[in-house]
């Protein structure tokens, strides 16, 4: 393995007026952390922070763009440092910007619908009237959308932002064990999230073997836009409250093995559990007659725990100018909800080891939760839970991609960097369709998703 | 099976299954490919970061390799 040295910033900096951007940007991180950008390369073309490493940034730009509904703009940025005597930092800032159309639940019909947007207090299109508590009169039209006869009903005016920001320590204890603690932030303007964790991991056989335990504790605090509606209420009622919270704690037995020179594999065991509001505040359910028509439409109500568990294991291995890693998961929970992730990455490395490709399969299948329902008929005499939410609803799904990286040296300032591109593509594809009554048979009422990511990366 | 017992096989289970691990791995001099950078088990973490967000908010599933959740709203 050989190190490079590399000068200060201070040194850098010197460099920066003549240089192009790409220098300037280095050098101003530099400058800005307070220290220089070590960098060691490795026999197998790859890139690894050595122990003494100083800074390592490592930023990308995600876009996502679903087919007829949401685009998201995702910047994420995560410094990290290896310090000499083996502690360890990172921190991550991560900013989302959505904006599209978002289903509501309801079915596709024959007949035009109407619904209000979760701001909404009425489905009348004539604005309202009402005096506030400091007595001042207030009039507001109605945010209502219409749907036209077979399409599927979508708030077409959803918007979010998110502010994510996280912190990892982890410092050797002894010799062969190591603690780590971490947090995370999340703020939406009707979601707050705040996590902690602590950890431990020690080392067996020539540190061949590594065993871990981590504990998770989570707080989310929800405020829905309009308040959060009454848990299985008619929709045309808007019986809303104010803000709701949910809280979970999770565990994470690990196990890493060295298996060979070229094999390295992880096994991780975890589960947790969360308790609270746990429904989806802004979906809500068809009732549907028995000639297929719509009656009305209730808002979802999901249990109020849900304990999941899972199974994950991780290979990786490497031949010469070649990488791979394959995972496999199993999950399952109290909800009924079962499934199976297979995923795959194969990294080519040119022959100069400065460039690579890296194709990308995954493959995920999940059933239906136990209280997943297309529609309410309306002939029930009695609503338990019940959700019309997709995403609880059993289906496949794939993804294809393909990445593309080349390393960057700068002879100047002695340093390396990493650009990178790749692009998904992600399909869902729903499983176990419910035969429709009446007038719904004929309508796309399990209209499936597609997605694509395209992810810019560069590291230094 | 009682809790208990639960625990006394998932015991024994990751016992014997260190046991065995014993006899698997390298010496300190083996490790160049393991050195690699895209050996290391979290070698793209803002890719992870970015597909385990995509993921968690489309499916009923999330985690396995790190905690899920942490927040989105969205799920």
Partial sequence: MQLKNIPGCSAGLSLVKSKVARRRLIAASCALLGTTAAR?????????????????VDSALAYYHESGRITAIEPIVNVSKEFADGKTFSAQVVFDSLSGSTPNGALPSTRPQTFASPSGKTLSGTPTTYTTSSGQLVSESAPIYSINPGQLPMDPHYHDQRLALSGDWGWPLT????????????????????????????????????????????????????????????????????????????????????????????????????????????????????????????????????????LYWENRTAWGRVSAALSLRYMTDDWRVRSDTAQIH??????????????????????????????????????????????????????????????????????????????????????????????????????????????????? | MSIKWANLVLFAAAAALTAGCSSLGVKPWQRNVLARGDMQLNAEPLTAAVDDHMYFSKEASSGGRGFAGGGCGCN
């Fill in chain 1, 175 to 310: 010799r062969l064990l190591t603690a780590s603690a971490g947090g995370k932030l999340s703020y939406e303007h009707d979601f707050f999230s705040v996590s902690a964790n602590a950890g431990i991991a020690r080392d067996f056989n020539e540190k061949n073997t590594t065993l871990s335990f981590q504990l998770n504790d989570e707080f989310d605090s929800l405020r829905p836009i309009g308040g959060a509606p009454v848990a299985g209420s008619d929709y045309a009622l808007f019986q809303k409250g104010g803000g709701k919270s949910k809280d979970g704690v999770g565990a994470m037995l690990g196990l890493t093995q060295v298996i060979s020179r070229r094999w390295l594999t992880e096994l991780n065991l975890s589960i947790d559990r969360f308790k609270g509001y746990l429904n989806d505040p802004y979906k809500i359910i068809s009732i549907i007659d028995g000639a297929g028509n719509t009656t009305g439409y209730l808002y979802e109500r999901r249990p109020d725990t849900r304990t999941r568990k899972s």
């Fill in chain 1, 346 to 460: 194969v990294r080519w490395w040119n022959f100069d080891r400065d460039r690579f490709l890296e194709p990308t399969v995954r493959w995920y299948r999940q059933s239906a939760a136990d209280f997943y329902t297309p529609w309410l008929d309306s002939t029930a005499a009695q609503i338990g839970y019940a959700s019309s939410d997709s995403r609880l609803g059993a289906f496949q799904a794939v993804t294809y991609g393909l990445k593309y990286g080349a390393k960057l040296d700068d002879a100047d300032l002695q340093t390396s960097s990493q650009f990178s591109i790749r692009l998904e593509y992600y399909q869902q594809t729903p499983d176990h369709r419910q035969s429709a009554p009446g007038a719904l048979q004929g309508l796309d009422l399990y209209p499936g998703l597609k997605a694509i990511l395209l992810q810019v990366g560069w590291k230094f």
């Fill in chain 1, 40 to 56: 060691s390369q490795d026999a197998g073309g790859g890139t690894a922070d050595a122990a003494t490493a100083a800074w390592a």
